[in-house]
């Protein structure tokens, strides 16, 4: 593949591993990215290594980025700038306390509140503050929210070989591969990524934020964009099926996601969030637990983190 340069900050091939105890009634397997190794990151570590790359490659000083308190990806690109020596500038929507800033800030980001106005204006605000840091000298790299952007999905274009090649090894076969969908850079480079994968494995992309109708075109776009950056055939997205998971909104759990955090805990000592990956559980813990269940065949959880949250959660 080729592509931006890459700057390492993950440690990879994350694990797989099976996961017995989760009585699904077929052989799951779960794709390790709670295990990144780059503070807690999760699956927001293998975006940044490219969008740092990115950064490095066109002379860039400072990252500049923006999210909710809860954001696992601002956390990164603090991490991130610090390891590759920028400034970091973040804008923060809501509360502006929680264990992933204090990570960010321990790391030397600047926080900026967004004042008036909700996640949605997020990008704006970026975009402004970037052009800020521009008059006054700066030379920023702006990230919209997840950094994802084509060129942050190739952290999971790359990351779709890497589950191709530990199947193999395995002879493992899975029909479906489950991952929590927010801003779409994951989903779309494991699109873009998938073209070695059998034409019978599909990914269940499970929306947590967006509904249907706004994820997909993002999804399409994001992954087309990808798989051009890196030269790759056109993703099938017939692979794709997406579920709303969003229930009572972003953030915000509902009574069987909670009971999937407990579940994943008690029988695999996994640690779930709230906003991302009990909803991507609950999704597979439902599928299993259906009647005509399309889980009928092994499957891949991918944890892709959240666990600085997770480890705040009370419930
Ligand atoms: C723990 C976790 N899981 C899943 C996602 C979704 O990834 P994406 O925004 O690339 O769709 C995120 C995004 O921040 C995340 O932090």
């Given amino acids: 593949m080729t592509g931006p340069p890459r700057f390492p900050l993950a440690v990879l091939p994350t694990p797989l591993v099976p996961a017995p105890r989760l009585a699904t009634g ?14 807690t990151t999760g699956n927001k570590a293998r975006a940044m290594e490219f969008l740092l790359g990115a950064a490095l490659r ?11 308190s809860g954001s696992n990806f601002l956390q990164a690109v603090a991490l991130a700038a610090a390891c590759g020596g920028l400034g970091c500038e973040l804008v923060i929507a809501g509360e502006q306390d929680s264990a992933n800033l204090r990570i960010a800030c321990g790391a030397g980001a600047q926080l900026h509140p ?13 975009r402004r503050l970037s052009d800020e840091l521009a008059a006054a000298g700066r030379r920023p790299y702006p990230m919209p929210r997840g950094g994802s952007t084509p060129t942050g ?41 998938a073209s070695d ?36 055939p056109q993703p099938d997205m ?28 008690t029988a695999e000592g996994l640690l779930l969030d709230d906003t991302y990956t ?10 299993a637990g259906s009647a005509r269940s399309r889980l009928g065949a092994p499957a891949v959880y991918w944890h892709t983190g959240g666990l600085a949250s997770a480890i705040g959660r009370t419930r």
């Fill in 26 to 39: 077929s052989p799951v397997l779960i794709k390790r990215d709670d295990l990144t190794g780059f503070g």
């Fill in 58 to 68: 066109d002379g860039c000083d400072v990252l500049v980025a923006g999210g909710s």
């Fill in 114 to 126: 967004l004042g008036h106005g909700d996640r949605a204006q997020l990008d704006d605000a970026v």
């Fill in 153 to 193: 999905a190739i952290g999971f274009a790359t990351a779709a070989g890497e589950l191709h090649r530990q199947l193999a090894e395995r002879d493992a076969d899975p029909r479906l591969v489950v991952i929590a969908v927010g801003s779409g850079g994951s989903c779309a480079g494991l699109l873009a990524g």
């Fill in 197 to 232: 994968w059998p034409a019978h494995r599909r990914i269940l992309g499970v929306s947590v934020s967006r509904p249907l109708c706004e994820i997909t075109p993002i999804l399409h776009r994001l992954a087309t964009a990808c798989a051009d950056e890196l030269g790759l």
């Fill in 238 to 265: 017939g692979r794709l099926e997406l579920l709303d998971a969003i229930g009572p909104g972003f953030g915000l759990p509902e009574r069987a996601d909670l009971v999937a955090a407990s579940t994943a805990l």
């Fill in 278 to 287: 009990a909803k991507s559980m609950a999704a597979l813990l439902a599928r």
